[in-house]
């Protein structure tokens, strides 16, 4: 009934590191006083920046499904008066 689907793994290192610098994500105060990287910090911007592109298009999507909808009650209206 139900399929299970692989969880998505988290990127790390350098693949993490490419896809951050794809997305535009920010790379400051993203070391601690010894130089060493927070990857959890920098894979939650990672995933946040993911989820906004994600989010951006859908609002396109609900934007262009509307408009779609007012032309169809539109041309409904207009069929029903001219059938009169």
């Known amino acids: 009934m139900f399929t299970?689907?692989?969880?998505?793994?988290?990127?790390?290192?350098?693949e993490l590191t490419k896809r951050a610098e794809e997305l535009g994500v920010s790379l400051i105060e993203l070391y601690d006083v010894h130089g060493v990287r927070s990857e959890p910090e920098l894979q939650r911007r990672v995933i946040e920046a993911e989820r906004a592109e994600r989010e951006s298009r859908l609002w396109l999507i609900a934007v262009i499904s509307s408009v779609a909808s007012v032309f169809s009650a539109i041309a409904a209206c207009i069929a029903v008066a001219t059938m009169k």
């Open 4 to 14: 299970h689907t692989k969880k998505k793994s988290l990127l790390q290192g350098n």
